[in-house]
T-cell receptor, first 114, second 117 residues
Framework: DAGVIQSPRHEVTEMGQEVTLRCKPI?????LFWYRQTMMRGLELLIY????????DSGMPEDRFSAKMPNASFSTLKIQPSEPRDSAVYFCASTSIGGSYEQYFGPGTRLTVT | AQSVTQPDIHITVSEGASLELRCNYSYGATPYLFWYVQSPGQGLQLLLKYFSGDTLVQGIKGFEAEFKRSQSSFNLRKPSVHWSDAAEYFCAVGRTGGGGSNYKLTFGKGTLLTVNP
């Protein structure tokens, strides 16, 4: 299995630009999670999906952030417009119902907003 | 709501020495507990997990952890540290009970481990 795939691995953009992060979960997994990791706040859950439906988006910091999961094998996290304080590493993770609750993480996308 | 505290932000040990990383959780029932490791530039990898049963669990890379209900702790241990163990370690707690929120984990802030030769 290829594991959770994220793209791009690194993104540098200017303030005000739209940023789209992508994630492909492990095949057969029906839960997908988006996290943000910063030095100050640690690892924060932004949103998670079950069977492509958003279940809890209470961690999304503000309306500039949006996430979609159009099908079982693809999800996006979009920031529009981006701000320097959005600079962080964004992780995607997946797991399967009936499994052992452990989440499998992708390698992350390091976002730098200048 | 559940929470996790990792009291040590940074620990330095010598190669070959023993290691214990502390984790305390807050949850009203017996939680699911996890330890993950993150190497620089990498995602998080599961080291071990506790759901029920034997309170001493074994994981990968020679790590083990012990669940102590009375202390609300789930400390990670290794008898002899290798230089390759240098990484950041995260403790996480998940809820028991029904519903999709079972799959939501709360992570501690992490403990950075440095290994001296």
């Amino acid at each position: 299995d290829a594991g959770v795939i994220q793209s791009p691995r690194h993104e540098v953009t200017e303030m005000g630009q739209e940023v789209t992060l992508r994630c492909k979960p492990i095949s057969g997994h029906d839960y997908l999670f988006w996290y943000r990791q910063t030095m100050m706040r640690g690892l924060e859950l932004l949103i998670y999906f079950n069977n492509n439906v958003p279940i809890d988006d209470s961690g999304m910091p503000e309306d500039r952030f949006s996430a979609k999961m159009p099908n079982a094998s693809f999800s996006t996290l979009k920031i529009q417009p981006s701000e320097p304080r959005d600079s962080a590493v964004y992780f995607c993770a997946s797991t399967s119902i009936g499994g052992s609750y452990e989440q499998y993480f992708g390698p992350g996308t390091r976002l730098t907003v200048t | 709501a559940q929470s996790v505290t990792q009291p040590d932000i940074h620990i330095t040990v010598s190669e070959g020495a023993s290691l214990e990383l502390r984790c305390n959780y807050s949850y009203g029932a017996t939680p699911y507990l996890f330890w993950y490791v993150q190497s620089p530039g990498q995602g998080l990898q599961l080291l071990l997990k506790y759901f029920s049963g034997d309170t001493l669990v074994q994981g990968i890379k020679g790590f083990e952890a012990e669940f102590k209900r009375s202390q609300s702790s789930f400390n990670l241990r290794k008898p002899s540290v290798h230089w390759s163990d240098a990484a950041e370690y995260f403790c996480a707690v998940g809820r028991t009970g029904g519903g999709g929120s079972n799959y939501k984990l709360t992570f501690g802030k992490g403990t950075l481990l440095t290994v001296n030769p």
